[in-house]
C-alpha cells in the first residue's frame, strides 16, 4: 500500500529555511506526479507544490513562490520541499501525496513553525 513517511520540520526562526524530505513506497513513485501540502492550525489543507514525474516540470501557489523548491530523486524514490526565508504563516504541518491521490493516503506529516 502507498507509504509516505515526511521529515525534516522543526521549529524556525522568521528568515530560517528548512528542508524537507518525503520518503515513498508502495507505488512506482517514479511514474507519478507528486505535491506537497500544509495545514495551518485550524485550516483545510493547502496545495504548496507541484512536480510531474521526471521532475521537469513544478508549480508553486502563489504565497511561497520565489522561496520554496521542490525536487525529486526517483532513484531514492524521495520528495523534497526547500524552504528558505520561512515566514510566521508557514506554520502548519507538511505533507506528501501524489498529486492526484486522495488525502488518505496521507502520512504523519511533519511539523513547521516558524516563530521568534
Known amino acids: 500500500q502507498v507509504q509516505l513517511v515526511e521529515s525534516g520540520g522543526g521549529l524556525v526562526q522568521p528568515g530560517g529555511s528548512l528542508r524537507l524530505s518525503c520518503a515513498a513506497s508502495?507505488?512506482?513513485?517514479?511514474?507519478?506526479?507528486m505535491k506537497w501540502v500544509r495545514q495551518a492550525p485550524g485550516k483545510g489543507l493547502e496545495w504548496i507544490s507541484i512536480?510531474?514525474?521526471?521532475?521537469?516540470?513544478?508549480s508553486y501557489t502563489d504565497s511561497v513562490k520565489g522561496r520554496f523548491t521542490v525536487s525529486r530523486d526517483n532513484t531514492r524514490n524521495t520528495l523534497y520541499l526547500q524552504m528558505n526565508n520561512l515566514k510566521p504563516e508557514d506554520t502548519g504541518v507538511y505533507y506528501c501525496?501524489?498529486?492526484?491521490?486522495?488525502?488518505?493516503?496521507r502520512g504523519q506529516g511533519t511539523q513547521v513553525t516558524v516563530s521568534s
Open positions: 512536480i510531474n514525474n521526471s521532475g521537469d516540470s513544478t
Open positions: 508502495g507505488f512506482p513513485f517514479h511514474s507519478y506526479d
Open positions: 501525496l501524489k498529486r492526484f491521490g486522495t488525502p488518505d493516503e
